[in-house]
């Protein structure tokens, strides 16, 4: 009589690290059924809430997403409820939502990279562009960085109506400022904040996680240097306002440019 000897090979199959969604995600059933315009990085069709959850983990700037069963879609979203500005307001859409975790800032990849960009105000004149006061020294050309003056705010106008504004067109990934006094005479913009928008009307003070007031940055006081104001919670936003506080003369005068973020 022959033996048949029968050997198995077992594969040992390793998961991918989402599968186990509780371990990187949590629920948040507060966020169910809401619109998350404010965050949103991208909508992209999904069959799955895994697929969905995977795609999170492989985008960099994703902190949380919700998924819609009936529509197969996900949207990804930027941060997480810890940065939100806005109340939640439900849409009935069937989302469920799941954030990260841990809260950690998201860090602005490659600010003024190809992949990112700086936006290089006053040489781009696509970009719409306002300002509060006006001024002989309005000559939007020399807000450029290494312009060989500087954009000035009317020394006359109380320091709550000096800003200027600009319009992005879209949302973006704001990463970072670059800031330059000054170059033909002794004056700069010592400390300065910022806001963003939605819409150009309603304006939010930038701040950082767990802080209640508005940011102040310390400005510069070398007109050679420029001076890069790495953003820790970089804003997702259409608009945004800087604002300048206090200043060396009388009469804040600035070179500046904005950096957004690589999206991927």
Not at 152 to 163: A, K, L, M, T, V
Not at 205 to 227: M, P
Not at 238 to 259: E, K, Q
Request: proline letters at 4%.
């Amino acid at each position: 009589m022959r033996l048949m000897i029968i050997t198995f090979t077992v594969t040992c199959v390793v998961l991918p690290t989402f599968a186990s969604r509780s371990a990187v995600y949590k629920r948040d059933a507060d966020y169910d059924n809401v619109s998350l315009s404010h965050r949103l990085l991208e909508v992209v069709p999904t069959s799955s809430l895994i697929q969905c959850a995977a795609l999170c983990l492989r985008n960099d700037y994703c902190k949380s997403y919700s998924y819609t069963k009936v529509a197969s879609k996900c949207d990804l979203l930027y941060n997480t409820k810890k940065q939100d500005d806005v109340a939640p307001q439900s849409d009935g859409s069937g989302k469920v939502y799941y954030s990260v975790n841990t809260e950690i800032p998201t860090k602005c990849l490659l600010p003024g990279s190809s992949e990112g960009g700086c936006l290089m105000l006053g040489a781009n004149n696509e970009i719409p562009v306002v300002w509060s006061d006006m001024d002989v020294y309005h000559n939007l050309a020399l807000i450029q960085l290494n312009s060989w003056s500087a954009f000035c705010h009317d020394p006359n106008i109380i320091q709550s109506y000096r800003w200027i504004q600009f319009d992005l067109g879209v949302n973006n990934i704001i990463g970072a400022i670059k800031l330059q006094e000054r170059d033909n005479i002794e004056e700069y913009t010592t400390s300065f904040k910022l806001q963003y928008s939605d819409d150009g009307i309603a304006w939010i003070d930038y701040n950082e996680q767990g802080e209640q007031v508005a940011k102040v940055f310390d400005g510069t006081h070398d007109r050679n240097t420029i001076s890069v104001y790495n953003l820790d919670y970089p804003p997702v936003r259409r608009y945004l306002r800087f604002i300048p506080l206090t200043c060396n003369s009388g009469r804040p005068c600035y070179r500046l440019d904005i950096c957004r973020c690589a999206t991927s």
